[in-house]
């Protein structure tokens, strides 16, 4: 059961999170209590017993006896993750701490690609055909066995990381062994890979926001640069979407569908699906808001004024945490998109030259560098760090996509 | 000085907050906060980015060559910032100064702020910048206007992606515990910058 309406949210940031700004924004501007509980200890924990705390998370069950320990002290009122890993870890809070959230098994099944695979499947959800591999496997024997165009992808990477496309067995062999590599440096430590169809179509993605196990769409987000691999890097997100309302419609479908059959009932979900002639195919569906930077593509109208007139998509995501009334989940009329700014190459980032040009883009609002001089720069597969987002608002997602690519067009990366 | 060969480089925070760094010094003598068109009188670069039409500035901070503009209104910052270069460039090519000296206050001149900074001062060497200092960071205080402190983050904290945590978490809850004259802190750093963060992200 809901406990009536508090203040002290427990926000779950790992320390690597892009989205740390927007959430503690978020909660400053609902003048609500804050704990911010990362993997790793801030240097002011200490002196701010309540604001800050440790948990392990990479390990739900002890997180959950660490934040039964906090909580004896400072009463929790909701928890909210920002990610795959820790979606799971709120779930688990809140199933202890009796405070609003999915099941433990759902955000788990939801997060690892093969679980939720099966119970899509199972529920008659239209996914790719896929099979489960371990790394150990004979990939020669594999690549005879698969059909083609296939894709390789580990189970729990984020961001497309090590998702490879082959069209051949000889190029199954190559994949094979450049996902078994990054598999072999990467953390969590998997041993399984997923091999599925390759799906054609448009991608969408979409975000929503699940109460009572109900699906509301908060954007479908148009991706018009194609992703037919071989990898899978984002670009453009670009919003209201262009594909036609029977169409929308049935997309939001699926991924109603697919939240029930994964059993996710509260909270904000990001959806991939691709639309082909046979309808929408469900990608993956996570139980997190978008990723990266992107959620600034994002505000919905609240009825007030001036700064006030907006919230942004971390607001309402707080505001579901706690159970707090949320004004409206109508996003402004205007469209809105998002570049997750493609890696130049691989070096070391030097410079980056014509960040103000790009900004004089008409429509383009923002160009967020967050590279870091010095910081290496490595390409898909196996990178999964965006150098920077361009942001742009407009009458129109035409005229939105086009300042997005205008302003790219302008930024040249220095790589050493 | 020549307005044409000011260059202006805006770098948005979010929708509200913009910082403007500037070729030429704006405000050499230290940094000056502007909360109202009232306090703005006075100093020709702050009037006339308040009299911006549409986008209801609640705030102007100048630092060095840096000036930060936070606004309520909706309109977007490329719109505004315009409007901003043109009253950076008006005011530095002008007469009248583009940023007067803090009028001193009724009463004990400035005593407020003078002596609240030197309890914040003594309480960033005391205890924050050695807290921070453990993971290659500095806060240096800037400044102390109306209760409001002024900070920029260094070193480690540059650029980090939990700056944000330890400005709302660590050093704001610090002050309100400390000092609850204090009435807000603002972060004028330029974390763009910064080349050696400590926690560096990655989508997720």
């Known amino acids: 059961m809901l406990r009536p309406y508090a203040h002290r949210l427990l926000l779950l940031l790992p320390t690597a999170t892009y989205r740390t700004a927007a959430f503690v924004e978020a909660a400053r501007r609902l003048d609500i209590e804050l704990t911010v509980a990362s993997e790793r200890p801030s240097t002011f924990q200490d002196a701010n017993p309540a604001g800050l705390v440790t948990l392990d998370l990479s390990d739900p069950d002890r997180a959950v006896t660490q934040a039964r320990a906090f909580a004896r002290e400072h009463p929790l009122h909701g928890v909210a993750g920002v990610d795959d890993d820790t979606a799971v870890v709120a779930a688990a809070i809140a199933g202890a701490l009796d405070l609003r959230g999915n099941d433990v098994s759902a955000a788990r099944a939801a997060r690892d690609k093969h679980e939720q695979r099966a119970l899509l499947a199972a529920a008659g959800v239209p996914v790719p055909r896929f099979t489960l591999h371990g790394v150990d496997e004979d990939p020669a024997q594999l690549a005879a066995r698969v059909s083609y165009p296939c894709v390789l992808k580990p189970l729990r990477l984020a961001a497309s990381r090590g998702v490879i496309r082959a069209d051949t067995p000889e190029g199954f062999g190559a994949a094979f062994q450049r996902l078994k590599r990054i598999l072999d440096g990467a953390l969590p430590a998997s041993r399984s890979l997923l091999v599925e169809d390759f799906v054609p179509g448009r991608e969408y993605a979409l975000e929503g926001l699940l109460s009572g196990g109900r699906l509301r769409v908060l954007a479908l987000f148009d991706k018009p640069d194609p992703l037919d691999g071989p990898f899978f890097e984002e670009t453009i997100y670009v919003t209201p979407s262009r594909l036609p309302a029977d169409e929308q419609r049935a997309v939001a479908a699926c991924a109603q569908r697919a939240a029930a059959a994964l059993g996710l009932r509260e909270g904000p979900v990001h959806a991939e699906l691709r639309v082909n002639e046979n309808g929408p195919w469900l990608i993956e569906l996570a139980a997190r808001p978008i990723g990266g930077r992107c959620s600034g593509a994002l505000r919905f109208g609240t009825g007030g004024s001036g700064s006030a007139a907006w919230a942004s998509l971390e607001e309402i995501v707080l505001r579901h945490a706690l159970g707090m009334p949320i004004p409206s989940l109508e996003r402004e009329p205007c469209a809105a998109g998002v570049m997750m700014i493609p890696v130049p190459g691989a070096g070391v980032l030097r410079e980056v030259r014509g960040i103000d040009a790009a900004r004089q883009v008409p429509l383009v609002e923002d160009v967020a560098i967050t590279a870091h001089p010095g910081q290496q720069l490595v390409p898909w597969p196996e990178g999964a760090r965006y150098p920077g987002f361009i942001f742009a608002r407009g009458e129109t997602p035409e005229a939105v996509e086009a300042a997005l690519r205008g302003a790219h067009r302008r930024l040249q990366f220095v790589l050493v | ?204």
């Open chain 2, 1 to 204: 000085m020549n307005p044409a060969e000011i260059r202006i480089t805006a770098e948005p925070i979010d929708t509200s907050r913009c910082k403007f760094v500037v070729s030429e010094p704006v405000h050499p003598g230290g940094v000056r906060r502007f909360a109202s068109p009232d306090d703005a009188s006075g100093s020709a670069l702050a009037e006339a980015i308040f009299a911006i039409p549409g986008a209801d500035v609640a705030e102007v901070i100048v630092s060095g060559n840096l000036v930060t503009v936070v606004k309520r209104g909706p309109e977007p910052w490329p719109a505004v910032g315009k409007a901003v270069g043109q009253a950076i460039r008006t005011a530095l090519g002008g007469d009248r100064p583009a940023v007067a000296p803090k009028p001193a206050a009724p009463g004990t001149p400035g005593a407020d702020d003078d002596g609240l900074y030197e309890r914040v001062a003594d309480l960033f060497e005391g205890q924050v910048n050695p807290m921070v200092a453990r993971h290659g960071g500095r806060v240096e205080l800037i400044d102390v206007q109306d209760a409001v402190v002024m900070v920029r983050m260094a070193g480690g904290c540059q650029g980090c992606g939990m700056a944000d945590v330890t400005l709302r978490q660590g050093i704001e809850a610090m002050l309100q515990q400390h000092l609850p004259e204090v009435k807000g802190v603002v972060d004028i750093t330029d974390h763009a910058a910064g080349s050696n963060p400590y926690f560096a992200a990655a989508k997720k």
